[in-house]
């Protein structure tokens, strides 16, 4: 592990493998001018990085998955943030092939150091675990600065390198798990104008799915009820009890919380790439345990979301640009 191979590559597939992982703490949706819509807390897509590069959504793929596995190992944010300052200066975020002499992947592994064999340092998933396992028995390493830590894993013949990579490895981490960079509040209270009823002429797309259909169906039928805290129905809902409880018409399963809602289905990684259906995810005033979505709401197309706001307002329809800017996640739970 000598520090960045010097080619690009994305060798993982890109975003294909996402879809079919359970990232455990995969929350983002990003975006910069040319690539969509910015959504807070996140390092957006085709940000400049440190060596001059801007961010693809091969790398922002190959973090989530550090991500998911860190969450799942218990190491938290911190344990994340130190593989992704790792792998940023070892391959860019790239999960390329080859390296300084039989290095390879995102952590730039070496097999003949014990690192496992070249198909399993290839494999992202099992490189991050073996990392995170090399983090976890250095002492104290919690308190260590992310550069120091990452340096003490990998070894590399060039310990200043990491410096510079720390900094951008933190925001995309925050941005991924929505670890508290936006404002608390609901999303549906700034900016846009609330509405008990839609707007005349509001119809679906041509061609929306007959599932995404009824659970839309569902939700606006609730328009004007009242935020109940707990509610799933019929009298009232909050939030998370809404979006459950119109999925369920439409036959699909979600969990009960934004905390767990926010892991199913797929990630949408770009605002401009919504669909109707969409879960829309913010802190809210309620964030969960390590900044986990508070909020949801449902995207219905057309530019709206329907959600039930918080105590004292009614189950609403607000204009999608009050929620982009506090968005940490967006998921697509009904999926053809």
């Known amino acids: 592990m000598k520090g960045w191979v010097g080619r690009a590559g994305l060798g993982m597939a890109g975003l294909g493998l996402i879809a079919g992982l359970s990232l455990g703490g995969s929350m983002l949706a990003s975006g910069s001018s040319g690539w969509g819509t910015s959504v807070c807390g996140a390092l957006p897509l085709g940000s400049a990085l440190p060596d001059g590069s801007r961010l693809a959504p091969g790398q922002v793929a190959n973090a989530s998955i550090i991500v998911s596995v860190a969450g799942k190992k218990g190491v938290g944010i911190r344990g994340a943030v130190d593989a992704v300052t790792a792998v940023f200066t070892e391959s860019r975020l790239n999960n390329v092939p080859y390296g300084d002499r039989d290095s390879l992947g995102l952590f730039q592994e070496r097999p003949s150091q014990g690192w496992g064999s070249a198909a399993q340092v290839m494999d992202p998933v099992y490189a991050t675990d073996q990392f995170l396992n090399r983090l976890i028995a250095l002492p104290n390493w919690s308190s260590l600065a992310p550069a120091v830590a990452a340096q003490d894993v990998e070894r590399s013949g060039h310990p200043k390198a990491y410096d510079k990579w720390v900094q951008p490895a933190t925001s995309l981490v925050a941005g991924l798990t929505g670890a508290g960079l936006c404002s ?8 846009g104008k609330a509405l008990t009823a ?7 797309p041509a061609g929306t799915p007959a599932p995404v259909r009824t659970a839309i169906g569902y939700a606006v039928a609730q328009l004007g009820k009242p935020y109940v805290w707990g509610g799933t129905g019929p009298s009232g809902f909050d939030c998370s009890g809404l979006a459950m409880m119109a999925y369920r018409a439409a ?3 979600l969990p009960r919380t934004t905390y767990e809602q926010v892991y199913a289905g797929q990630p949408v990684y770009d605002t401009g790439a919504l669909s109707p259906g969409d879960l829309i ?10 900044g986990a979505p508070g909020h949801v709401g449902m995207y219905i197309g057309d530019g709206l979301v329907i959600d039930a706001p918080y105590t004292g307002r009614s189950i609403e329809v607000t204009p999608l640009t009050a929620w982009t800017p506090q968005s940490v996640a967006i998921r697509r739970v009904a999926i053809s």
């Open 184 to 191: 608390n509040g609901s999303a549906a209270s700034p900016g």
């Open 198 to 204: 839609l707007p005349a002429g509001f119809s679906l």
């Open 281 to 290: 995810f913010t802190e809210g005033s309620d964030p969960g345990p390590g």
């Open 251 to 253: 036959g699909i399963s």
